[in-house]
């Protein structure tokens, strides 16, 4: 029986995840929570450290296939998903996620035009019934997001995508919490201090209610 919560963080770049997971984490802190963890996908494992290397950096003289790429962030997911999060979850720890199953469908299925059947099935396969509590979605014009990516570090492969990729990405995330209970928008075109804000009366709200 599961009996921790799991919290995820959801946005294109520049949308201010990072910041955003610290805000949860001290909120929750400051409800007497203090048995949480934070992750990142793809990452927070070994192997998903090694696969986000190679999905940010991937250099050949073939790009990388969208299957591929979409593969290789389930590969990194699952090894998350059995290592850390389900198993802390089941000893009563808080999970903080920078990312999870939905930017799947946000990036290779919005952005890449995969089939969003495809990487359901995904998930219906390897998550099995590992979803988020509650998820906030971070949302940023990608001009915006991408200006603030720009100007924090050089850009990797996928930030220099272009601004039509990113609106497909935003699209389908609105999309898609259009129609879903478990998430709460968030606008992250306000400055820091308002976002944070923001998310700490959201979480307080929800934290009242659950």
């Known amino acids: 029986m599961i009996k921790g919560k799991f919290i995820v963080l959801e946005g294109i770049e520049g949308s201010g995840k990072t910041v955003a997971c610290k805000t949860i984490l001290k909120t ?3 409800y007497n929570i203090k048995n949480v963890k934070l992750v990142k996908e793809p990452g927070s494992t070994y192997l998903g450290e090694k696969i986000r290397k190679i999905i940010k950096n991937y250099k050949d003289n ?11 962030f389930y590969a990194a997911r699952i090894q998350l998903v059995e290592s850390i999060i ?30 969003l059947n495809m990487i359901k099935n995904l998930k219906n396969m390897f998550l099995k019934k590992i979803n988020p509590d509650i998820t906030f979605y971070l949302d940023v014009l990608p001009e915006i997001g991408l200006k603030r990516a720009f100007k924090r ?5 996928i930030e ?3 601004i039509n ?7 389908t995330y ?3 919490i259009s129609k879903e209970k478990k998430i709460i928008k968030i606008n992250a075109n306000q400055k820091k201090n308002l976002v944070k804000n923001s998310i700490k ?8 209610n659950n």
């Open 28 to 30: 929750l802190h400051q």
């Open 62 to 72: 073939q790009e990388l296939h969208n299957n591929a790429e979409l593969l290789l």
């Open 86 to 115: 389900k198993p802390s979850l089941e000893k009563g720890i808080w999970i903080v996620s920078d990312r999870y199953q939905l930017s799947s469908f946000a990036y290779q299925g919005g952005g890449y035009n995969l089939s």
């Open 153 to 157: 570090n050089k850009p990797d492969r």
């Open 160 to 162: 220099k995508k272009s």
């Open 165 to 171: 990729f990113f609106e497909k990405v935003r699209n």
């Open 174 to 176: 609105l999309s898609i």
């Open 201 to 208: 009366n959201k979480l307080y709200i929800w934290l009242k």
